[in-house]
């Protein structure tokens, strides 16, 4: 099973909102990562998470939180968006950073529809 | 640090044509390479990838793709277009080994594919 799941596949927030992004995986995988994703555009990484910790931010705004409550959840918290933060959030897993014998495939959720109004 | 170049944003083929999507890549250590499928309103799934061996690598509705390092390449490859493969596809790369290699994606590649 490859499966990654995020709730809600869509949301609609004005920009003094906070809401949530959910990601869950039950791989037994040890790194998550979230990516934005613009229309017609490839994926861009925006967090990594590695055992539970945070491992890279990409220079990522602090309107956006990530948060890792245990190895299979994955969140990303945001509060006060603008609209061109509309986008397409994925998230993925894969077993770790560094293990070489598999690659370290990553595997994509369905993703979260954001639109800021 | 690595790169991906698809070439065509665009390919067109009729149902039952050979697919070819291009993708050439660079990097300073041996790469691992990926294709990913995103289909309209979806997330990507994995088609197929290479990390090390066997250069020719079969992946996920009849997809193929080559790794030649000598011309730095990743074309994937379908024998027979259906039309359901119709979505956009990317080229992946990260660094090989033991080390993190963050995974950086081609421009992509939308397929049309006529009746």
């Known amino acids: 099973d490859t499966e990654v799941t995020q709730t809600p596949k869509h949301l609609v927030m004005g920009m003094t909102n906070k809401k949530s992004l959910k990601c869950e995986q039950h791989m037994g995988h040890r790194a998550m990562y979230w990516y934005k994703q613009k229309a017609k555009k490839p994926p861009e990484l925006m967090f990594v998470?590695?055992?539970?910790?945070?491992?890279i931010n990409e220079s990522v705004p602090s309107r956006f939180s990530p948060e890792c409550p245990n190895s299979s959840l994955l969140n990303l918290h945001l509060h006060a968006l603008q609209p061109e933060d509309s986008a397409l959030y994925l998230c993925?897993?894969?077993?770790?950073?560094?293990?070489?014998?598999?690659?370290?495939?990553?595997?994509f959720g369905p993703g979260t529809r954001l639109l800021v109004l | 640090a690595q790169s991906v170049t698809q070439l065509g944003s665009h390919v067109s083929v009729s149902e039952g044509a050979l697919v070819l999507l291009r993708c050439n890549y660079s990097s300073s250590v041996p790469p691992y390479l990926f294709w990913y499928v995103q289909y309209p309103n979806q997330g990507l799934q994995l088609l197929l990838k290479y990390t090390t061996g066997a250069t020719l690598v079969k992946g996920i509705n009849g997809f193929e793709a080559e790794f030649k390092k000598s011309e730095t390449s990743f074309h994937l490859t379908k024998p027979s277009a259906h039309m359901s493969d119709a979505a956009e596809y990317f080229c992946a790369v990260r660094a090989g080994g033991t080390s993190y290699g963050k995974l950086t994606f081609g421009q992509g590649t939308i397929l049309t594919v006529h009746p």
């Open positions: 998470y590695s055992y539970e910790k945070l491992s």
């Open positions: 993925a897993s894969s077993h770790g950073l560094r293990l070489a014998a598999v690659g370290g495939t990553q595997y």
